[in-house]
């Protein structure tokens, strides 16, 4: 059916593939076909505003088609936004695809505001979508991160042509994982997201004659994050934004107001949503547990959704040769084919097809979750997440820097252990689940440098006589006290290998204010792993109290992010003894 809505260009492209199907009774996977793409096609917002978007669709067939949307800030032309789908090949399927970019960026009118608009634009674009020549009047979402997001606070606004989403890493709860993270500024992603996305906007801020100096300026920044931007204070305000003269990716709303009701907030509002959803995660990935929750709360609204969850980190699935997340190899089985049996695409095409197009895909047969246990290295299929014969079982922190499953005896550990934190010189950060300038990656590495720091404090169990799975939601219960009047509590689990090398699998942070040197049970939540320590490898716990520039440092000083430009040191206790024994809860599988 030939488009009728008004375009900046049209090109046809001939010969494209079908994505290769997964189920014989759907032959035409190896046909090919024309597609006709539709250059920055007005989308007129509720509001009067018009974004734009690139529509792909079958340029042969009769139609009438689904539509898949992605909404992106990153550039519908980009090689982010096209990453996790085969556009060309989905339109050659039968889908109408659309690629728009959000408010206030590249080619879309209106104000850039990280967040702020995209449940109404969401629930605008999906209709529009809906009611384009050729759509079937179904409408489906996918993408990743942000894109992620635009899907569920899409579904959020009730649109009713929306009928399928496949939203990949991305959060739920803004203040855990994105702006903050147990009270601290998730100051590692929140600096460089604002600069990378600030320097596509800048055209927009500057003129020609401007632009030269102020990109050369955000350049300088980027550049400089390690050695003096994540440095700078008040972290809370984050001056490197005033340089640039952009928009924030919400930290300073985030600090001034922490309960504030933000517009992407996914948590608690699921039971708006009518709309089964696909997940995928990955287990170094700093939105990890704002996928799972999405996933378990989208299910408790009475909604169908399958979760996938892999070795990954942020910064993409594996697509080809090892399966190298950090410094551990996982192996060639990370790869597409033995994630989804072959691609992404496919997967996500298969998905679509059932909700979209009435196909038999056998998708809902299929065990709903898949998650890759590490350690074993292995793909295993589950019937639910969390796993119900998961058995929590506490390992507390002994005196002398022991851990075992027993409870300290009673004669033991009166004199609690002690350091001294000095923000002034923090834990440097060293893999985990983030996304930060490039001399920060993400994943498991050697934690070697943080254990020999005298602020880092390591208890460590006598090495496994069988093997044991750890799989789920990972909570530690610190017993604490300061002689400052706030402070922060770190905590890392780490797997150590026969030759002594200690990696991290999950850590946490909580931020305090306290009755200085008052004793105060705390709870860390360090969000979920799957793991399964070899016999002969130890289990490994940090307490400290920084891991910067990931989180922002607290001073001690009581101050709030946005206001402190001082430190001071602070005497820290941990009690391990009979009456408080600090214990971590790791998820037990039973052999």
């Not at 402190?564 to 809860?585: K, L, Y």
Request: aromatic fraction near 8%; glycine fraction near 10%.
């Amino acid at each position: 059916m030939p488009s009728t809505m008004p375009m900046a260009d049209r090109r046809r492209l001939c010969g494209v593939n079908r994505p290769h199907h997964l189920h014989p009774q759907h032959p035409e996977g190896s046909e090919m076909s024309d597609i006709l793409i539709d250059y920055d096609v007005d989308v007129p917002m509720s509001d009067g505003t018009i974004l734009r978007a690139d529509v792909y669709r079958p340029g042969t067939g009769q139609g009438p088609w689904p539509v898949l949307v992605q909404r992106s800030p990153y550039g519908k032309r980009g090689p982010i936004t096209k990453d996790f789908i085969d556009v060309l090949s989905v339109a050659a399927h039968g889908y109408i695809v659309v690629l728009q970019d959000t408010r206030g960026r590249f080619a879309s009118e209106g104000t850039w505001k990280p967040f702020d608009f995209e449940v109404s634009d969401g629930r605008d674009t999906v209709e529009w979508a809906a009611k384009i020549p050729g759509s079937n009047g179904l409408v489906g979402m996918f993408g990743m991160s942000y894109t992620g997001s635009t899907q569920w606070t899409a579904a959020i606004s009730g649109a009713p042509a929306l009928r399928a989403i496949t939203p990949v890493m991305t959060w739920s709860e803004p203040l855990d994982g994105i702006h903050r993270r147990g009270g601290a500024t998730e100051l590692g992603l929140n600096a460089v997201w604002t600069l990378m996305t600030g320097a596509s906007h800048l055209p927009r801020l500057h003129s020609s004659m401007e632009l030269g100096a102020a990109f050369h300026s955000l350049v300088t920044d980027f550049d400089g994050l390690r050695d003096r931007g994540y440095w700078e204070l008040p972290t809370g305000k984050l001056p490197l934004i005033d340089r640039y003269g952009g928009p924030d990716i919400g930290t300073q709303a985030a600090v001034a107001d922490p309960g504030a009701d933000f517009p992407h907030r996914v948590r608690g509002k699921h039971h708006d949503i009518a709309v089964p959803s696909l997940s995928v995660a990955g287990w170094y990935d700093l939105f990890l547990q704002g996928t799972l929750d999405n996933h378990v709360d989208n299910l408790a609204a009475g909604n169908t959704a399958k979760l996938v969850i892999g070795p990954s980190q942020h910064t993409g699935l594996h697509t080809s040769g090892g399966g190298v997340t950090g410094e551990v190899n996982y192996g060639l089985s990370t790869a597409p084919t033995s994630m989804f049996g072959t691609s992404l695409t496919d997967l996500e095409v298969r998905w679509f097809d059932h909700w979209l197009k009435g196909h038999d895909t056998g998708m809902l047969e299929e065990p709903p979750v898949k998650i890759f246990v590490m350690g074993t290295n292995v793909w295993r299929d589950e019937n639910e997440w969390p796993l119900s014969r998961a058995v929590d079982t506490p390992w507390f922190l002994q005196p002398g820097g022991g851990l075992a499953t027993n409870e300290p005896a009673p004669e033991l550990g009166k004199t609690p252990d002690d350091y001294t934190y000095d923000p002034a010189d923090p834990v440097i950060t060293r893999g985990g689940n983030l996304f930060m300038s490039p001399e920060f990656p993400a994943g498991p590495f050697d934690q070697a440098a943080a254990e020999a720091r005298d602020d880092v404090l390591v208890y460590t169990s006598e090495p496994l006589t069988t093997d044991l799975e750890v799989t789920g939601r990972i909570q530690m219960r610190l017993y604490a006290a300061t002689d400052a009047p706030s402070t922060d509590w770190v905590v890392r689990l780490c797997d150590v290998d026969e030759k002594g090398v200690s990696r991290n699998l999950a850590d946490g942070i909580i931020r305090i204010q306290a009755e200085p040197d008052s004793v105060g049970a705390h709870d860390i939540d360090l969000w979920s792993t799957s793991n399964v320590f070899l016999a002969g490898h130890r289990i490994r716990v940090h307490v400290t109290s920084s891991n910067f520039p990931r989180w922002d440092r607290n001073p001690n000083t009581g101050k709030p992010a946005h206001e402190a430009t001082t430190f001071r040191t602070a005497h820290q206790r941990i009690f391990c003894d009979h009456v408080r024994p600090s214990h971590i809860v790791l998820p037990v599988i039973p052999q």
